[in-house]
């Protein structure tokens, strides 16, 4: 189970998120979900590379968030990033330790919780987007598309891409191996 509330707290497998960033992604995501008729809890179906469901849950949205978080486009953004940052950890033993440089093609490095003495060292990278409420072909053409901007930073170093959909909630994520 995730609760979107964890992105506001100091957690060890999330060493290089900043709690007032999660903050603003958690209710991003939640006005998204609600946004898209869920309320306080959905359960939110992974597949791609991982197939997995976890119980979603979130507290209550206030007008404030609600006016706060009124560009879709960009509430759905950090919306996916903050549920990007609670499942990726559970499904690949990975966690956020830094966001990366504009131009890379992706947002956010990886490194690893089981292994904590070179835990800042990256070990992968993660490409994150959104999608309101978005059709089977609609999350197969944004992998395609996220899976393509990640290419110019191929090397020794695999790729992720965490697709999340806030109607039915799910997230399609997909390892891309590196060369």
Known sequence: DIN???LCIDKPERPGWSKTFGGYCADAAAVCLEDQGHTNSSILHIDGDYNHQFEIS???VTDEMRRFQNDDQVAIEFGAYGISALIIPK????????????GTGFDFWLGSI????PLFQKKARLEVSGIGN???K???SRVNTKLKQITPSDGSLPGYVSIVEFSAPCSRVVKKCKK
């Open 138 to 140: 609609d999350i197969r």
């Open 58 to 60: 979130w507290s209550e």
């Open 91 to 102: 499904l690949t033993n990975l966690t956020i330790i830094g966001r990366s440089k504009k």
């Open 114 to 117: 089981d292994d904590p003495a």
């Open 4 to 6: 979107l509330n964890d």
């Open 134 to 136: 978005g059709t089977e």
